[in-house]
């Protein structure tokens, strides 16, 4: 972790690039292999399923184990701690509460002389969860995702995850899931799973959204059926960027970007600061707690290429440093975040104060931590009921009402040269 | 156009999946010419624009004739009908009303222990639009793409569009642009002109978020770079669903077919009614009028592919086969259709009564008509305010409200073996 300071000779331009190098748009290599999975999936539905599992899983399934059965959802929740569990249904609570608040209702509008104009809401139908498996296992991941589509109201809600070598899945997965009402669970992983959402096969329904954080072949099996189904987004590697003058308490800036360096190597972590004191301070502490760690290996590769302390002139200069790199996370830790906050333009998640740390809203907050990485937050949101629904706009006018528009309709089509169009117009009022 | 019966023997299977048929996704043999357009823009910049204009576009441009000029821009209003302009700024106006009222709010919700959690709206900063070129302009198409931008709030809106053998822009096109305040518009067109909008050349600048229409090659290139940038969705083929009863009039209806048809050759115009007589006379309404068209040839073709008289049991089944075709387009002429709107699930714009054809929607009412197709309606929306914004959400706790899930945060933490997690709300309470 290095201090660049930011002046007429130096810019965050190297920043960027290097951050941006991180993107799964990079690793086009590896596109190929996913769509030859993806196409044999399409063909061989079933049969294709299992052989990658054997392949890449190490585990001999059959059209009959490929579905989770109600007995394994019960053997799980012998296996996972009851504290646990207790505070995984605190975590929900709070998930579900905030995204309650994000639903949107249909709405119309209409004029006395008969139009009527309108956006319908709706579900849409079938919504795919991929859950990554492996050591790590994220519960609230499976919160995160699940929630929002329940909120928006999806019928139909399957999950997809790998089994390990035993052709078993991870009880706290299994628990989680059950707990918010999934229990059509597949066992399958990787790119084939998202191209059995995709496609759908004998045993496992295509839907119409996936969702879910996965590697890079799921990444990429993900774009490439972008628009024969929607995703959520292309998912980076993680990062945080914190905003803090002299007022923060460099021990608590410290903690906070080592836990977002120790997701994973790739992950940053960056303070910017117009304090050189406090970034000397916060350097300190990184050090010192890292220590106190584990995954210390992890922690030190990604702050050695991806960390970085930033130290600006102004904390306007350190807004607009944020605003270019569009953090997934952003904390402002700063005399008055709330007025530092009305200018910021791109950030996932905002954590406004001392007392918000990024791991508060990891877990417990309630707002999701499906955010969009590695610079998309200049377009993309975080994981929201809205990625649920679908809109349907409506239009419905009177005799009276279209006549008023009718010569314009006419002309506009002509010019166009679409005279059909026109005369779909025309064929109304000929007989007048 | 063929009249099918659906019943036992009978689905629409076969219909659904020759529309299918149409997707960009089955048109995967381009994808490598557009990635090697785009790698070569990435690289090469303005030089690789205008190479590919001069081979595409048969005209050579420079890095200085490039962007359209203010005179060219005051010489089109010269070329442009003052009926037609008065038109287009009615629609613009229509337009711009009903997007207004798609806006958003920021909002937040706080509890009086210190908890604010909330949602921060702002509008993406860059916008691109794509304009095709060719001999059929659409101002109805910029008029729809930008509109949404500009009521979104975006700040930065630019325009490509590909140039005539002289290095000219379709006047109407240049005149309609500048009608919203549009005047970075650049000549370029294809593939080269997403690959400069989503990665930026000395001439054009990068930007967020790329919409508007275009052919394979645009709709592939957009495709390649998602993730990179933000698209509007991939675009395919129009089509219309029109569920009537035996109350419509044939005429009408036959009509709204053929204006949908005359798009282009793999456009689908799909009639789905629960009165066999209906069906007869629509048919025979669809052979007289065709013969009082241009287009004949594209009508023709259009209807004989991709055109389906479907003759149902009830109107309940009309609705199913509807919500499983999810249209781009659906008109219900019904003696009731508001009623049957609510069973409506999937489609892009709802058309309800028998005064309300679709022309209205592509030109003049006001909701958009850039509409997802070829059965996208079941996860895509119409375009709208909502994509020109991002959402940030809004996460801070006081001390008190951060102290009552410390606790749970760190368990929940240490569950995924993300000790840093846990270790980031252990220092802010550790000296108390």
């Known amino acids: 972790m290095n201090i660049i300071k930011i002046n007429e000779n130096n810019t965050i331009d190297n920043v960027i690039n290097n951050l941006l190098q991180r993107t799964p748009n990079y690793y086009d290599d590896y596109a190929n292999q996913v769509q030859t999975i993806i196409n044999n999936v399409k063909d061989n539905k079933d049969e294709a399923i299992i052989s990658y599992t054997e392949k890449f899983d190490k585990v001999k399934l059959t059209?009959?184990?490929?579905?989770?059965?109600?007995?394994?959802?019960?053997?799980?929740?012998?296996?996972?701690?009851?504290?646990?569990?207790?505070?995984?249904?605190?975590?929900k609570d709070n998930i579900e509460s905030?995204?309650?608040?994000?639903?949107?209702?249909?709405?119309?509008?209409?004029?006395?002389?008969?139009?009527?104009?309108?956006?319908?809401?709706?579900?849409?139908?079938?919504?795919?969860?991929?859950?990554?498996?492996?050591?790590?296992?994220?519960?609230?991941?499976?919160?995160?995702?699940?929630?929002?589509?329940?909120v928006a109201g999806v019928e139909h809600i399957i999950m997809t995850t790998p089994p390990d070598k035993e052709g078993?899945?991870?009880?706290?997965?299994?628990v989680v899931a059950n707990e918010c009402g999934i229990t059509d669970i597949y066992k399958v992983g990787g790119a084939q799973a998202i191209a059995a959402l995709a496609y759908g096969t004998e045993t496992i329904p295509k839907v119409d959204k996936i969702v879910g954080p996965g590697n890079i072949y799921v990444a990429l099996a993900k774009k490439a059926v972008y628009g024969h189904v929607n995703i959520d987004s292309i998912a980076g590697?993680?990062?945080?960027?914190?905003?803090?003058?002299?007022?923060?308490?460099?021990?608590?800036?410290?903690?906070?970007?080592?836990?977002?360096?120790?997701?994973?190597?790739?992950?940053?972590?960056?303070?910017?600061?117009?304090?050189?004191?406090?970034?000397?301070?916060?350097?300190?502490?990184?050090?010192?707690?890292?220590?106190?760690?584990?995954?210390?290996?992890?922690?030190?590769?990604?702050?050695?290429?991806?960390?970085?302390?930033?130290?600006?002139n102004s904390l306007e200069e350190a807004v607009?440093?944020?605003?270019?790199?569009?953090?997934?996370?952003?904390?402002?830790?700063?005399?008055?975040?709330?007025?530092?906050?009305?200018?910021?333009?791109?950030?996932?998640?905002?954590f406004l104060g001392e007392y918000s740390p990024e791991p508060l809203g990891d877990y417990m907050a309630g707002p999701n931590h499906v955010l969009?990485?590695?610079?998309?937050?200049?377009?993309?949101?975080?994981?929201?009921?809205?990625?649920?629904?679908?809109?349907?706009?409506?239009?419905?006018?009177?005799?009276?009402?279209l006549g008023e528009l009718q010569e314009d309709i006419i002309k506009f089509a002509d010019s166009e040269q679409l005279t059909a169009h026109a005369k779909s117009i025309k064929v109304r009022f000929e007989n007048d």
Do not use: C
């Open 237 to 312: 590697p993680s990062e945080i960027l914190i905003i803090a003058d002299e007022t923060a308490n460099p021990t608590y800036i410290a903690a906070d970007l080592l836990s977002q360096a120790e997701h994973d190597e790739l992950a940053s972590s960056i303070l910017v600061t117009d304090s050189e004191d406090m970034a000397h301070k916060v350097l300190e502490e990184v050090k010192r707690l890292t220590g106190e760690l584990s995954r210390k290996e992890i922690l030190e590769k990604s702050l050695k290429n991806y960390g970085y302390i930033i130290v600006v």
């Open 320 to 350: 607009d440093v944020s605003n270019e790199i569009a953090p997934e996370h952003l904390e402002v830790v700063t005399k008055d975040p709330f007025m530092l906050m009305t200018k910021i333009k791109n950030a996932g998640a905002i």
């Open 372 to 401: 969009p990485t590695n610079g998309t937050a200049k377009f993309f949101s975080p994981l929201g009921v809205d990625d649920f629904i679908k809109k349907s706009s409506i239009i419905s006018y009177s005799k009276e009402a």
């Open 168 to 174: 078993k899945i991870n009880p706290l997965t299994l």
């Open 63 to 91: 059209k009959d184990t490929l579905k989770v059965t109600p007995s394994e959802i019960k053997e799980a929740y012998e296996l996972v701690d009851d504290e646990l569990l207790r505070i995984v249904r605190r975590a």
């Open 98 to 150: 905030f995204h309650q608040k994000q639903k949107k209702y249909s709405w119309f509008d209409s004029t006395t002389n008969g139009t009527l104009l309108g956006q319908k809401i709706s579900a849409i139908s079938w919504a795919g969860v991929y859950v990554p498996g492996g050591k790590a296992v994220y519960p609230s991941s499976v919160l995160m995702n699940v929630i929002p589509a329940i």
